[in-house]
């Protein structure tokens, strides 16, 4: 029974932790919750990045402080041990004299991994660790990949027709040609809005001059990643304006003679980014699947048809998720 309990508490901080999607980078989103005689007294997670971790804002939320003694605090992730532009949470907890902690996961981060729960326990707090434990590793998915793979994680997203083109081969006018209805732009934009940048090649650039913000949606703008090898993409298209950062790769800091997925994953990782969602073109989604360089592909099929075009780029992968968004239909893959 008391572990059925702890995994109700848990998924409660799962659920509250996705308040922070798209705001904490690169610090994870985490989610905290404090029980009181079987009832919650504090609730908290991850303010924007430089603000207040979960456990601090739960702590905070508590009315009647006396009663912290007498609580368990459950965290999706092993409080941290360590100072950044916070002090460490497990000081904290250890201040406020919180007599259980129940941890989702263990954090894997070097700076982490153990010290925090170490600091509780030799302090005399009684600690229960791996309560849905792959659970909370799925949602701190962006930042356990920054930093045991050293590279953001990365998900692929593309519209093909229904016979299988992500765009025709010729077009009149510098601006996209719309595969999707207007429900799956705006949930395209709520993703970028999730997500810490968006990276397109040199060709999706010239084609459509796309912004790549979240017009469609209420949020930050993801920074921009442009792949330029020459630097010759001119400075007033919208991807250089004033709407968001714009981080350019070229051969200034990539050897394009070499396979790019992976050098490109270097830059982005030195630039302290953990997620990008790669939104084209054709060459350059396929280059992040050939070098197998990617976690999860968000796929829309529209309903028109070109009858000729450039091909949908092919991958391998655990199609996990399947729907329709009016008459698109969306399918999401994770790569196994």
Same mark, same amino acid.
């Given at each position: 029974?008391?572990?059925?309990?702890?995994?109700?508490?848990?998924?409660?901080? @799962?659920?509250?932790?996705?308040?922070?999607?798209?705001?904490?980078?690169?610090?994870?989103?985490?989610?905290?919750?404090?029980?009181?005689?079987?009832?919650?007294?504090?609730?908290?997670?991850?303010?924007?990045?430089?603000?207040?971790?979960?456990?601090?804002?739960?702590?905070?939320?508590?009315?009647?402080?006396?009663?912290?003694?007498?609580?368990?605090?459950?965290?999706?992730?092993?409080?941290?041990?360590?100072?950044?532009?916070?002090?460490?949470?497990?000081?904290?907890?250890?201040?406020?004299?919180?007599?259980?902690?129940? @941890?989702?996961?263990?954090?894997?981060?070097?700076?982490?991994?153990?010290?925090?729960?170490?600091?509780?326990?030799?302090?005399?707090?009684?600690?229960? $660790?791996?309560?849905?434990?792959?659970?909370?590793?799925?949602?701190?998915?962006?930042?356990?990949?920054?930093?045991?793979?050293?590279?953001?994680?990365?998900?692929?997203?593309?519209?093909?027709?229904?016979?299988?083109?992500?765009?025709?081969?010729?077009?009149?006018?510098?601006?996209?040609?719309?595969?999707?209805?207007?429900?799956?732009?705006?949930? $395209?934009?709520?993703?970028?809005?999730?997500?810490?940048?968006?990276?397109?090649?040199?060709?999706?650039?010239?084609?459509?001059?796309?912004?790549?913000?979240?017009?469609?949606?209420?949020?930050?703008?993801?920074?921009?990643?442009?792949?330029?090898?020459?630097?010759?993409?001119?400075?007033?298209?919208? $991807?250089?304006?004033?709407?968001?950062?714009?981080?350019?790769?070229?051969?200034?800091?990539?050897?394009?003679?070499?396979?790019?997925?992976?050098? @490109?994953?270097? $830059?982005?990782?030195?630039?302290?980014?953990?997620?990008?969602?790669?939104?084209?073109?054709?060459?350059?989604?396929?280059?992040?699947?050939?070098?197998?360089?990617?976690?999860?592909?968000?796929?829309?099929?529209?309903?028109?048809?070109?009858?000729?075009? @450039?091909?949908?780029?092919?991958?391998?992968?655990?199609?996990?998720?399947?729907?329709?968004?009016?008459?698109?239909?969306?399918?999401?893959?994770?790569?196994?």
């Amino acid at each position: 029974m008391a572990v059925k309990i702890h995994e109700n508490y848990i998924k409660r901080c @799962i659920e509250i932790a996705k308040n922070g999607l798209g705001t904490t980078a690169p610090n994870p989103m985490v989610g905290c919750v404090i029980v009181y005689n079987s009832k919650i007294i504090g609730e908290g997670y991850t303010s924007a990045y430089g603000g207040n971790h979960a456990e601090v804002n739960a702590i905070n939320s508590v009315k009647d402080k006396s009663l912290l003694k007498k609580s368990t605090l459950y965290v999706t992730l092993e409080p941290c041990s360590h100072f950044g532009k916070t002090p460490p949470c497990s000081d904290l907890i250890i201040k406020h004299q919180i007599a259980n902690v129940v @941890i989702g996961t263990i954090d894997t981060h070097s700076k982490v991994a153990g010290k925090g729960i170490e600091n509780l326990t030799n302090t005399g707090c009684n600690v229960t $660790v791996g309560v849905l434990d792959d659970e909370c590793k799925v949602h701190h998915k962006r930042f356990f990949t920054f930093h045991n793979k050293q590279r953001p994680y990365i998900i692929l997203k593309w519209a093909e027709t229904k016979d299988g083109f992500i765009a025709p081969k010729q077009k009149n006018e510098q601006q996209p040609v719309w595969i999707t209805n207007e429900l799956s732009r705006q949930l $395209v934009h709520k993703w970028r809005a999730e997500e810490q940048a968006i990276l397109v090649g040199t060709q999706t650039v010239i084609a459509d001059n796309p912004s790549l913000t979240v017009r469609d949606w209420t949020g930050k703008n993801p920074i921009r990643i442009v792949i330029d090898r020459d630097l010759k993409l001119p400075k007033d298209y919208n $991807v250089y304006n004033s709407e968001a950062e714009t981080i350019v790769i070229s051969k200034d800091n990539i050897d394009f003679n070499k396979p790019i997925a992976q050098q @490109i994953c270097n $830059v982005l990782f030195q630039n302290n980014i953990n997620s990008v969602i790669i939104e084209g073109g054709a060459k350059t989604l396929q280059t992040f699947i050939d070098e197998n360089i990617w976690d999860e592909a968000r796929v829309f099929i529209g309903s028109p048809e070109f009858k000729e075009g @450039i091909n949908a780029p092919k991958l391998n992968g655990k199609l996990i998720q399947e729907q329709l968004i009016a008459e698109d239909q969306l399918k999401i893959y994770m790569n196994d």
